[in-house]
Structure formats: C-alpha cells, structure tokens
Nanobody, 116 residues
C-alpha cells in the first residue's frame, strides 16, 4: 500500500490550497484517514480526520477553515485549506487504514508554506 500527498506549495496569508492524498495497492477503499502536520521544532499533530462512516473531526486551530473529504472512486483523501495563516506552515502528511489490514500507512509528506 502506498499513500502519496500532493498539492503543497507557497501561498500568501488568506489564500487557499487543496491537498490530495492518493492511495494505491489495496483492493479496498481507505477506511479511516487523517491529515497531520509537523512544523519545524514541533511534534506532529492531527489536523483533520475522517472515519469509515464519513464522520469528521478537526483540530481547534483549523475548524471552519479546513475540510477533509474522501473520494472512493478516485482513491483520494483531500484536505481543502482556506484562509491560510503563517502558523499553518508545516509539512503535511496523510495517514490511512484499510479494512482487514492492521497496519496504518503514512505518505512522505508535502510542504505547505504560508508567507507574504
């Protein structure tokens, strides 16, 4: 199983980015998934998660600005990020699990930089 993030880049404060996590290697659609981020010198933190039945939860710092979604037809888990702030600067990672598989898989990450 492989997860690969894309969509990161440099954006000005107040701007938007859409990250995508494409997965492959499983005959099943991703079950539960999450987006995490890690800023320099800080621990990796959960940003947003989606459960197998579509429930979502968000870190307080991104509520109302970020939206996680899943597209089983495209084998992706996306993170729409609006009204970005400099403190959102980090490497963003996706993590996912699959039915019948005890492992959890991570992507290599994508850099998001919010600066004017």
């Amino acid at each position: 199983v492989q997860l690969v993030e894309s969509g990161g880049g440099l954006v000005q404060p107040g701007g938007s980015l859409r990250l995508s996590c494409a997965y492959s290697g499983s005959i099943f659609s991703i079950h539960a998934a999450g987006w995490y981020r890690q800023a320099p010198g800080k621990q990796r933190e959960l940003v947003a998660a989606i459960t197998g039945d579509g429930g979502t939860n968000y870190a307080d710092s991104v509520k109302g600005r970020f939206t996680i979604s899943r597209d089983n037809a495209k084998n992706t888990v996306d993170l729409q990020m609006n009204n970005l702030k400099p403190e959102d600067t980090a490497v963003y990672y996706c993590k996912g699990g699959f039915p019948g598989d005890r492992n959890l898989y991570w992507g290599p990450g994508t850099q998001v930089t919010v600066a004017s």
